[in-house]
Nanobody
């Protein structure tokens, strides 16, 4: 069974930085896209940064030039968050679009990690 495990959330003052990491495990599969979503209280979950296996990266306008996504290894991704703002406070979820041989794509989510930015 595929699992996504996040780490790196926490409390930081405005202007500070945090780095989130996510590791996928659970057998042999291909990751066609991997990245990060977030959900603030009372709001819908939104895409923050997603990178496809082809190298295309989609970054939300609200975090451009502050957040940077990377694929450290085949089954890992990281989100470097700089110059954090109080409006970045949310639960951040690792996301992956995964396909096993002979099967279709499925979307997987991590358990979420809290990021709180104080003003």
């Amino acid at each position: 069974q595929v699992q996504l495990v996040e780490s790196g959330g926490g409390l930081v003052q405005a202007g500070g930085s945090l780095r989130l990491s996510c590791v996928a495990s659970g057998g042999a599969f291909m990751i066609n896209a991997m990245g990060w979503y977030r959900q603030a209280p009372g709001k819908q979950r939104e895409s923050v940064a997603v990178m496809t296996s082809g190298g295309t990266t989609n970054i939300a306008d609200s975090v451009k030039d502050r957040f940077f996504i990377s694929r450290d290894a085949v089954k890992n991704t990281a989100l470097q968050m700089n110059n954090l703002k109080p409006e970045d406070t949310a639960v951040y979820y690792c996301y992956a679009k995964i396909r096993r041989i002979g099967d279709r794509n499925y979307d997987y989510w991590g358990q979420g990690t809290q990021v709180t930015v104080s003003s």
